[in-house]
């Protein structure tokens, strides 16, 4: 029987795209990997899936069928040195300081801290709250600071689209921010076959770009040590190579934390373990590995082939696609709990694998952890009171999550 957290977990995934969840649920008999006539190789093997993202030498990030295609064609060729050129080695070894768990929690702390003091001041006075609102809001925050973009800005920047800021609403920069990411993010939907983009969504996909890049050249010259970008001015990163991480890591990490802050909530609700929670708050990063573990919103990757080779007893052809089914593989392990343990064979694998991890992965951890301090800070369960799940978008996410805290 399938239990309230899934059921919710896969109407959302319905929502958002309504072939998703039939795909997901029936690309577990891709195991360890299977073709798929015009689609390609589909892999829902954890430890076939870890072979091909270490593998370099036969698989690329960077052809048709993955992502650093999709992104040469928004940002410049110039990508496909900083995803697998000599820039990317460069890269990640400038930015590992960055992204040290003491960094990220203070860079938390101090672009998120006052919203979710006040989030959590909003919810011990009895008020009804929108998390999925408040997650949006918060992600824009995080996008403002690694683009180094103002308030005060995004409204003359984004003024062609329409966006109009009132002194009555603070958090609405940041929302508008959030907004046209993730309009740049859904261009994406429709990549499954290709990732190559008609010349309209091209087009489109170049002006929020370049629109989220505006104020980069600026904020890296006065940035303050603090920031990300102070950061990358001060570990040696050049302007371009510090504009494409901050660029990239605001995209791809603008709807898949949202998603899944908003979805964390509402699963530990869900499960009931809201409650296990707060009797055992050493489970709190338990309950943060289980929530991107069980939404994967990064819920299937590309690569594509570049030479012959075998995996799991089956040949693969240069030019040919591999999707690894990332929500497949890591939701075989069963339903949400935070008191499962430590599963070495799918570790990590909601962030990619091999050289191409994620290198916001504690930034990820950290952001999403000090959303559980605050919703937990007035030590009582929350219960939800209204839910909608966002439609038509390519990462899945809910559009309403209103909760309260029980009496």
């Not at 690309?27 to 689609?39: D, E, H, N, S, V």
């Not at 690329?60 to 295609?69: L, N, T």
């Not at 801290?113 to 709250?129: F, I």
Request: hydrophobic share 45%.
């Amino acid at each position: 029987m399938i239990n309230a957290a899934t059921r919710h977990e896969l109407t959302l995934l319905a929502a958002g795209q309504p072939w998703l969840p039939a795909v997901l649920l029936a690309g577990r008999a891709a195991k360890p990997i299977r073709k798929i006539p015009k689609l390609g190789w589909f892999v829902a093997d954890p430890l076939v899936a870890r072979q091909i993202y270490n593998d370099s030498t036969h698989f690329s990030i960077v052809s048709e069928g993955a992502a650093g295609h999709w992104w040469a064609q928004v940002i410049g060729d110039w990508v496909e040195d900083l995803f697998e050129g000599p820039g990317h080695t460069e890269l990640r070894t400038k930015v590992r300081d960055l992204f040290t768990a003491g960094h990220t929690d203070a860079l938390v702390d101090g672009v998120l801290g006052p919203a979710l003091k006040q989030l959590s001041a909003d919810l011990a006075a009895g008020q009804t709250v929108d998390i999925a609102e408040r997650a949006r809001v918060l992600v824009g925050r995080s996008v403002s600071d690694l683009v180094g973009m103002q308030p005060a800005d995004i409204a003359a920047i984004f003024a062609e689209d329409g966006a109009v800021l009132t002194d009555e609403d603070p958090d609405q920069p940041f929302r508008i921010l959030f907004e046209h990411v993730e309009e740049l993010v859904n261009l994406a939907m429709g990549t499954m076959a290709s990732t190559t983009l008609d010349p309209v969504a091209v087009a489109r996909a170049r002006t929020l770009a370049t629109k989220l890049a505006t104020s980069v050249p600026a904020a890296y010259e006065r940035a303050d040590p603090s920031t990300t970008l102070g950061r990358c001015r001060e570990l040696g990163l050049e302007l371009e190579h510090a504009s494409g991480l901050a660029i990239l890591m605001a995209v791809a990490g603008t709807d898949t934390l949202a998603s899944a802050m908003t979805r964390m909530v509402a699963l530990l609700h869900d499960s009931g373990h809201h409650r296990e929670l707060l009797a055992h708050p050493e489970r709190m990063p338990d309950a943060v590995r289980e929530t991107l573990r069980v939404t994967s919103p990064a819920y299937l990757v590309g690569r594509s082939v570049t030479a012959d080779v075998e995996i799991a007893g089956r040949r693969l052809l240069a030019g040919e696609h591999v999707k690894i089914l990332t929500w497949s593989i890591n939701n075989a392990a069963g339903s949400f709990s935070i008191h499962r343990d430590y599963n070495p064979e799918t570790r990590q694998l909601w962030f990619g694998g091999g050289r191409h991890l994620c290198v916001g992965v504690q930034l990820v951890h950290s952001e999403m952890t000090a959303l559980l301090e605050a919703l937990t800070a007035d030590g009582r369960p929350w219960e939800i009171v209204e839910r909608r799940y966002r439609r038509k978008v390519f990462i899945p996410t809910y559009e309403t999550l209103r909760i309260r805290l029980a009496p």
